[in-house]
């Protein structure tokens, strides 16, 4: 298969890289960029540990592919901390409610809730437990997790 | 993943160009199907289509008492605009069932309807609103109602060279009103088992069935229209033997297929009960309109 070069702009940055139209985002992100802080688990689109924005809207890297990621702005979780590295309040809620156990989901929990927090700022606990229907943590941490994302929508709302 | 031929397309003539270039060729759009049913290695088609690029397949607007739909609108565009929540609610109502909010930002409605899963959330509804699809191929353009699009599992009457441009949602009356839902163990990422869309305007007595339309999707190889039962509730008046009746004919018509945790005839029952709930909302919601 032929390569074919592609712009990514992610967190910003715009790279230029050479990939196969087979490759998917998820693994581009952490094999060619090393931005690995992307997890893919399920790798089928299900499980949303994969989660990253597109254009302000998440998506699962593991079933875009990269060549049509081109043209579109991506956000990825390194893309949410401040030029002088202070966290993101979303990440700063998650650590500080405890959200976190074996971490593989937290990027994409993470992604889900910025996304979720920026068109709802005030949600009820029903809507943030429907907004992370669709991301599965294997060590059952979810009331620390919508402990962490009410939390969150108070730090983001100061 | 599998290697395949890759072409962008920048029009539709260049996909049907694309499409009857070889066998085994397909078109590429939200991805959510094709890509993984290819991730899982269970089909290997020689040649992908993009045709994510090509420009202006986005719409959703209003036209001459419908809703024309372009393929490439994903499930959450249709479902977040105006036009679609207040003139197709039964529509929005369903596509909120759809995976998850990731894949309703990825999955076109064009190409869910083309990939023809049969647990569809979209086809329902669309079924029960008279949905008709246009599709463009070398030998022009046709139009096809949606009941009669779906052929077998995976599968539709598109023929080779074909592909899916818009779909064309015909707007109900105003008085009509419609119920969608599923059976379902999770919130997300679950499967219709079944999913029952009905669409029913009632006489101005608020009591008689003027009109009624029934979608259903899961419990068998195609999603499908109930015909026998819509033309069985025409006239009548809501009560518990039409109930019964319509449970009956859903029955009598499905033919799903035996699972590990669920026999056929566990899928017949639950169909024939989800049947008489959603109709039995649907109903409620007509007659209790103004």
């Given amino acids: 298969m032929d390569q074919r070069n592609v712009n990514l702009s992610i967190n910003g940055d715009s790279y230029q890289i050479a990939v196969r139209p087979n490759e998917f985002l998820a693994d581009v992100l952490r094999s060619k960029l090393d931005l690995t802080g992307t997890k893919t688990a399920c790798d089928m689109g299900v499980c949303g540990s994969c989660t990253v924005l597109l254009d302000g809207l998440p998506v699962s890297s593991c079933l875009t592919l990269a060549v049509d990621a081109e043209g579109k702005e991506i956000t990825t979780i390194e893309g949410l901390e401040s030029a002088d590295g202070e966290l993101h309040a979303v990440q700063e809620s998650f650590l500080d409610k405890g959200a976190v156990q074996c971490g593989f989901c937290t990027a994409g929990m993470v992604m889900t809730t910025k996304s979720f927090l920026d068109k709802n700022p005030k949600p009820t606990e029903q809507e943030i437990r429907q907004a992370l229907s669709g991301n599965i943590c294997r060590c059952t941490g979810y009331a620390k997790i919508v402990e962490a994302v009410e939390d969150a929508a108070k730090k983001m709302q100061r | ?290």
Avoid: W
């Avoid at chain 2, 020689?46 to 045709?51: D, F, G, S, T």
């Avoid at chain 2, 509804?125 to 995976?154: C, H, N, P, W």
């Avoid at chain 2, 039409?242 to 859903?250: A, C, E, M, S, W």
């Fill in chain 2, 1 to 290: 993943m599998q290697s395949f031929e890759y072409f962008e397309a920048q029009s539709l003539e260049e996909v049907v160009e694309a499409l009857v270039s070889g066998e085994e060729v397909r078109v590429l759009a939200g991805g959510c199907g094709i890509l993984l049913l290819m991730k899982q290695n269970l089909y290997f088609p020689r040649a992908l289509v993009n045709i994510k690029k090509i420009s202006g397949l986005k719409y959703i607007e209003q036209d001459n008492g419908t809703v024309r739909i372009g393929t490439l609108a994903t499930h959450n565009e249709v479902k977040g605009t105006l036009l679609v929540a207040e003139k197709l609610p039964l529509l929005s109502e369903a596509l909120s069932y759809v995976a998850t909010n990731r894949i309703r930002n990825m999955a076109t409605i064009g190409g869910t309807l083309a990939h023809a899963d049969p647990t569809s959330d979209a086809a329902p509804a669309l079924l029960a609103l008279e949905a008709r699809v246009v599709v463009t191929g070398s030998q022009g353009e046709r139009e096809i109602e949606l009941a009669a699009f779906f052929k077998d599992y995976f599968e539709t009457v598109l023929e080779p060279g074909e592909v899916l441009k818009e779909i064309i949602v015909p707007l109900p009356p105003e008085t009509a009103k419609g119920f969608y839902t599923r059976f379902e163990v999770r919130k997300a990422m679950d499967k219709a088992m079944p999913g029952v869309a009905v669409l029913i305007d009632l006489e101005e007595d608020k009591k008689t069935i003027r009109s009624v339309r029934i979608g259903l999707s899961g419990v068998g190889n195609c999603c499908l229209r109930l015909e026998e039962a819509e033309q069985f509730l025409a006239g009548k008046e809501d009560h518990p033997d039409i109930r019964q009746k319509i449970g009956d004919i859903v029955k009598a018509t499905i033919d799903p297929v035996e699972e590990y945790h669920f026999t056929a005839d566990y899928k017949k029952q639950i169909a024939a009960v989800f049947l008489q709930r959603v109709f039995a909302e649907a109903y409620s919601r007509a007659s209790s309109s103004s």
